[in-house]
């Protein structure tokens, strides 16, 4: 059995940064392919980035390129969501998914979720 734990996340001032993590325990943590989703209030959940199990290949959203930045340690079976330069539409709950498959076609496992608020 896989589990994500994310933490980090908060109320932030707009242009503020915060960064969020998440902790994968069980079994062969780091074959994992890991992923960002958040999802807004009376919004569907929507993607934000990804980074493949090496560490070597990312990919984001277009409404945060330039602004966040994931990463992963896989020494500590922890993946990062470094978050610059937020916005108040940025605000949602956070959550961090593994999954097989880069491309993300299907998610093995999610996280409880984290929220994130930004005042304007």
């Known amino acids: 059995q896989v589990q994500l734990v994310e933490s980090g996340g908060g109320l932030v001032q707009a242009e503020g940064s915060l960064r969020l993590s998440c902790v994968v325990t069980g079994r062969t943590g780091t074959y994992y392919n890991m992923g960002w989703f958040r999802q807004a209030p009376g919004k569907e959940r929507e993607f934000v980035a990804v980074i493949n199990w090496r560490g070597d290949m990312t990919k984001y959203a277009d409404f945060v390129k330039g602004r966040f930045t994931i990463s992963r340690d896989n020494t500590k079976n922890t993946v990062y969501l470094q978050m610059n330069s937020l916005k108040p539409e940025d605000t949602a709950v956070y959550y961090c998914?593994?999954?097989?498959?880069?491309?993300?076609?299907?998610?093995?496992?999610w996280g409880q979720g984290t929220q994130v608020t930004v005042s304007s």
């Open positions: 998914a593994a999954s097989y498959n880069y491309e993300f076609r299907s998610v093995n496992y």
